[in-house]
C-alpha cells in the first residue's frame, strides 16, 4: 500500500503542478479555463483508460504469457520512473518556464482547442507514467487490493496538496519533497527490475541465474510490519536469485548515487569530463575482461568405461568411424562403429552403432535330438514334432551382434552389446527350414556399460551444462549491460568536450575582440 501511495501522491503532485501553473498563468492573463479542464479530463480518463486495457489483456492471456506481459509491464514502468527521475532531477527549476511558454503559444494560436491539446498531453504524459508505474507495482505487490487503494490515496492527497498550492494555502519546498520521493521511487523500481526479471523467468524468457542466494524468510516473516517493508516497498523476495540481486543492485546504486550526490560538490568542467573517460573506460574494460576470462566448466568424458560385471570398453573415434575394444573374461573383441546419429540422452551428443552376422566357428554341422533340446534350454522348440521329425538335423550357425555405444566429445557416456546365436535346421524328417535361438555357454554374449558410471557420468555433463549455461550470465549478459553503461557514459563525456571547446573559442573570441580592435586601430596588423 506504501509504494503506490507514494507513486500517487508524487506523480499526482507532478500533474497537479503542471496543472496549477497552467491555471495560474491562464487566469493572470484573463483566459477562461474551460479548455485547460477539458484537456485535463480527457488526460485523466485516457489514463485511466489504458491501465483497464493492460489489466483486461493481461488477464485473458495464459499464464506464461501473463508473467511474460507483466515482465514487459515491469521493464517499461522502471523506464518510466527512471526517466522521470533523471529529468525531474535536472528540468525542475525550469518546468513553470517551459510551460509557461507553451501556454503562450497555445493563446497565441487563438483557439481554445490548442490550449487544450497543450494540457492534454501535457498531463498525459503524468497521467501515463502513473497509470503504468502503478499497475506494475499493483502486480508484484501480495496485495492487490490493499496497493490500488494506496494509489487512489495518493493520487487524492496530490489533488489536495495541488489545490492548497494553487489556492496559495500550502507551501511546499518541491526541491527537498521531491529529492525524498525520487529514493523512495528508485528502491520501488530496484523492486520492479528485481520483481521483472522473476517474472520473465517464470514466463520462460531468462533461464541463468536462477541459483538461490540467501533466504530472508527469517528477517520478513509473512504478514508483518517488516515484511510489508522489506517485500512491498524494497520489492525483495524471501529467496532472492542470482540474476535478481544482480539487478536490484546495477540499478539501485547508480540511481542512488545520481540523486543523493549533492549537487555543490558534483565535478565540473574538465574534472567532470575525466571523470567520464575514467569512468566510461572502467565500465567497457571490466566488461571485457569478463567476456575473455569467464569460461564455463567443461565434462572430461574418459574413453574408457568399465562394464557392468567386470571388463572395459574403450573408443578410438577417427572421423566419421569409431574403434570400439572391449575386454572382458581374459578376451578381447575390437568392433568398427559408424555414426548413426546425434544424441542428447545422458548428455551424449553422438550414437554409434554396428550390426553383423558372421558363421559360428567351432560349431558341429550336425546335432540329434537331445542335443537340440539341450540348446533350446530343456525344452522341444516351439513347432517342432520330434515323432514326425526325429533327426538328426543339419546345422548351420551363424553370430548375430548389436553394439550400439553413446559418446560426448570422444568419451564414453554409456553402451551395450546385444548378441545371439542363430541355428539353422534343416532334414531329419523337417519339412522346411527352422531357426531357433540358441542358449548355450557358447552362444555370443551382451554386455553393458556399468550403471554407476552411466549415472556419474550424466550427472557431470548436467552439472557442466549447467555451468555453461550460468556462464552466459557473466560473460555475456553482464558484459553487455557494463558495455552499454560505459558507452553512455563516454557518449556523456565526449558530448561535455564538445561543449567545453566551445565554450573555450566563445571565451577567447570574446577575449581577443578588444584586443584585435585596439592593434587595428593602432595599425598594427591583427
Known sequence: MLPTFVIGLREGLEAALVVSIIATFLRRNNVKLTAMW????????????????????????????????????????????????????????????????????????????????????????????????????????????????????????????????FTGGIRLNLAKFFTATSVFLIFVAAGLVLSALRTGHEAGWINVGQQQTVDLSWLAPGNSIRSALITGVLGMPADPRVIELLGWGLYLVPMLTWTLWPKHHRPSGWTALRLHWVLGGALVVVAAVLALAVRPATAQVPTSAPLAGGGTAQVAITGGTARLTVTQGGTTTTTTLTR???????????TWQSSADQPSAGRPSSIDADALIKLSGGRVPVGMDLSQAPGPYDAAWSDHRQVSVSTRDGGIVSGSQTGRTILTLTGG????????????????????????????????????????TEAVLWRLWLPIVLALGGLATLGRGLRNLRRLRVAELAVRDHVAGPAAAARQQAGQPT
Do not use: C
Not at 544424441?343 to 551428443?349: L, Q, V
Not at 531357433?436 to 557442466?464: E, F, H, L, P
Open 38 to 165: 477539458v484537456g485535463v479530463t480527457l488526460a485523466v480518463a485516457t489514463s485511466v483508460a489504458v491501465g483497464i486495457v493492460l489489466t483486461v489483456v493481461e488477464r485473458a492471456l495464459p499464464q506464461a504469457k501473463q508473467e511474460g506481459m507483466e515482465t514487459i509491464i515491469g521493464g517499461v514502468a522502471v523506464i518510466f520512473v527512471t526517466g522521470m527521475i533523471l529529468w525531474m532531477s535536472t528540468h525542475a527549476r525550469y518546468m513553470k518556464r517551459d510551460l509557461e511558454a507553451s501556454a503562450q503559444q497555445a493563446l497565441s494560436n487563438g483557439t481554445a482547442g490548442a490550449m487544450a491539446v497543450m494540457v492534454f498531453l501535457a498531463v498525459l504524459k503524468e497521467g501515463f507514467e502513473t497509470s503504468v508505474f502503478i499497475l506494475a507495482t499493483v502486480q508484484a505487490a501480495s496485495s492487490a487490493a490493499a496497493a490500488l487503494v494506496g494509489a487512489i490515496l495518493g493520487v487524492l492527497a496530490a489533488v489536495a496538496i495541488g489545490i492548497g498550492i
Open 340 to 350: 548413426h546419429s546425434a544424441d542428447t540422452a545422458n548428455g551424449a551428443d553422438t
Open 429 to 468: 524328417g523337417l519339412t522346411s527350414p527352422r531357426v531357433i535361438q540358441v542358449s548355450d555357454d557358447q552362444a555370443v554374449g551382451s554386455w553393458q556399460i556399468s550403471r554407476s558410471y552411466q549415472t556419474a557420468t550424466a550427472s557431470k555433463i548436467n552439472n557442466a551444462a549447467g555451468s555453461a
